[in-house]
């Protein structure tokens, strides 16, 4: 069980207490988020090595608006060297939004409570981080650690806590978020299945947002192409306390594995805030004998049940989940679309649009890439 502690590192002094996230249904209607244009799309090599790590697994990103500088996070866990995540500069022209380039410019070690890196693949307490935010209302960083446990086909995994952790810009450890007990791994089926729990982060002036990218072993199967399933958000206040937890209605598969017994996996893979309660969500499947298909939605919790206390959302009562508008099919948006994973704001344009950043991870596999594409948009306030 992960240890509740304070996460005064990660508060600020002018944050607002007791923040809730679910808000009226009649709360006052706001202009829909929508892609105006495509800047452009820049790679990075397969298997760069930079400042003596190999790069690749880049399976979050974010921006500091204050100095421009990028953070990727890589999900390799000792596979090729110790947790981490880089630095760097995408080049974004405000004037005329073209998309330039991107350069690394640093890597950093994440270390524990003591002061060590996590251990590698398969031993207690390893990481598998796959979401990074820049806070700018504390000038630190957050991670989300999906955590491992064992299941059928991987039965002497251990138990590796999953967690949403504060550090610093050096990766340095500052404190963790209080988990409810449900998203707690076991080693039954019982709570998060293992490569189902935290996938996205978003973090505002109010609150903060982890969301599983699939099911619950009590809240229903995984996704078929017959049915849909549901992922969880939960919801903190800046203090670290739990305000709320919502249910993400996932998409069916979008079409038959082939062969039929062949592999599928479905489930979101990223978030990042547009408002108070509003966000955008990477919907990501991958089915054997197709590959990958990505959906952008727009969704909204304002109005959805409070699911924190209910064990299950496959029986019992009814609830209300989060509403999404599909912004953008990525699946047929330059094909093969990749194993889309992190999204973040760039700057704002002299037009008046965000730039919003969707980014690939390669699983280090020379048959994938690791992307960068940015976009421009209208219909929300808050990038830099």
Same mark, same amino acid.
């Given at each position: 069980?992960?240890?509740?502690?304070?996460?005064? @590192?990660?508060?600020?002094?002018?944050?607002?207490?007791?923040?809730?996230?679910?808000?009226?249904?009649?709360?006052?209607?706001?202009?829909?988020?929508?892609?105006?244009?495509?800047?452009?799309?820049?790679?990075?090599?397969?298997?760069?090595?930079?400042?003596?790590?190999?790069?690749?697994?880049?399976?979050?990103?974010?921006?500091?608006?204050?100095?421009?500088?990028?953070?990727?996070?890589?999900?390799?866990?000792?596979?090729?060297?110790?947790?981490?995540?880089?630095? #760097?500069?995408?080049?974004?022209?405000?004037?005329?939004?073209?998309?330039?380039?991107? !350069?690394?410019?640093?890597?950093?070690?994440?270390?524990?409570?003591?002061?060590?890196?996590?251990?590698?693949?398969?031993?207690?307490?390893?990481?598998?981080?796959?979401?990074?935010?820049?806070?700018?209302?504390? #000038?630190?960083?957050?991670?989300?650690?999906?955590?491992?446990?064992?299941?059928?086909?991987?039965?002497?995994?251990?138990?590796?806590?999953?967690?949403?952790?504060?550090?610093?810009?050096?990766?340095?450890?500052?404190?963790?978020?209080?988990?409810?007990?449900?998203?707690?791994?076991?080693?039954?089926?019982?709570?998060?299945?293992?490569?189902?729990?935290?996938?996205?982060?978003?973090?505002?002036?109010?609150?903060?947002?982890?969301?599983?990218?699939?099911?619950?072993? %009590?809240?229903?199967?995984?996704?078929?192409?017959?049915?849909?399933?549901?992922?969880?958000?939960?919801?903190?206040?800046? @203090?670290?306390?739990?305000?709320?937890?919502?249910?993400?209605?996932?998409?069916?598969?979008?079409?038959?594995?082939?062969?039929?017994?062949?592999?599928?996996?479905?489930?979101?893979?990223?978030?990042?805030?547009?408002?108070?309660?509003?966000?955008?969500?990477?919907?990501?499947?991958?089915?054997?004998?197709?590959?990958?298909?990505?959906?952008?939605?727009?969704?909204?919790?304002?109005?959805?049940?409070?699911?924190?206390?209910?064990?299950?959302?496959?029986? #019992?009562?009814?609830?209300?989940?989060?509403?999404?508008?599909?912004?953008?099919?990525?699946?047929?948006?330059?094909?093969?679309?990749?194993?889309?994973?992190?999204?973040?704001?760039?700057?704002?344009?002299?037009? #008046?649009?965000?730039?919003?950043?969707?980014?690939?991870?390669?699983?280090?596999? %020379? !048959?994938?890439?690791? @992307?960068?594409?940015?976009?421009?948009?209208?219909?929300?306030?808050?990038?830099?």
């Amino acid at each position: 069980m992960v240890r509740a502690r304070k996460f005064l @590192q990660i508060a600020v002094a002018c944050a607002v207490a007791s923040a809730g996230v679910a808000q009226p249904a009649s709360a006052a209607p706001r202009d829909p988020l929508r892609i105006t244009r495509f800047l452009g799309e820049q790679r990075v090599p397969h298997k760069t090595i930079f400042d003596g790590t190999t790069v690749g697994g880049l399976s979050g990103i974010d921006r500091d608006p204050r100095t421009g500088t990028w953070y990727f996070i890589s999900d390799d866990r000792w596979r090729y060297n110790p947790a981490r995540f880089y630095t #760097g500069r995408l080049d974004i022209d405000r004037r005329t939004g073209a998309f330039n380039g991107v !350069r690394l410019t640093g890597v950093n070690t994440l270390t524990r409570a003591d002061g060590t890196p996590y251990p590698a693949y398969g031993r207690p307490a390893s990481a598998d981080p796959e979401s990074i935010r820049f806070d700018p209302w504390s #000038g630190r960083l957050l991670w989300g650690d999906e955590g491992d446990r064992p299941d059928a086909t991987n039965p002497d995994i251990p138990i590796s806590p999953p967690a949403v952790r504060g550090m610093d810009i050096r990766g340095r450890h500052l404190g963790e978020m209080r988990l409810p007990t449900n998203l707690q791994l076991t080693e039954t089926e019982s709570g998060p299945r293992r490569n189902s729990g935290f996938e996205g982060l978003a973090v505002t002036a109010r609150t903060i947002t982890g969301v599983t990218e699939g099911p619950r072993f %009590e809240d229903g199967t995984m996704p078929t192409v017959q049915r849909g399933s549901v992922a969880r958000l939960t919801v903190w206040n800046r @203090q670290g306390t739990l305000r709320g937890q919502y249910a993400y209605p996932l998409d069916a598969l979008p079409v038959a594995p082939n062969p039929p017994s062949g592999p599928a996996d479905s489930g979101v893979s990223e978030i990042l805030p547009i408002g108070e309660g509003r966000y955008l969500a990477l919907e990501r499947s991958w089915v054997s004998g197709t590959g990958y298909r990505v959906k952008l939605y727009e969704i909204d919790l304002r109005g959805a049940t409070n699911v924190l206390n209910r064990n299950t959302l496959a029986r #019992g009562g009814p609830y209300r989940p989060v509403t999404k508008r599909e912004v953008k099919d990525l699946g047929t948006f330059r094909p093969p679309v990749q194993n889309l994973e992190s999204l973040a704001w760039g700057p704002r344009l002299a037009t #008046g649009e965000c730039t919003l950043v969707i980014g690939s991870d390669d699983n280090f596999d %020379e !048959r994938e890439v690791t @992307q960068f594409m940015a976009f421009g948009v209208t219909g929300m306030t808050g990038c830099g």
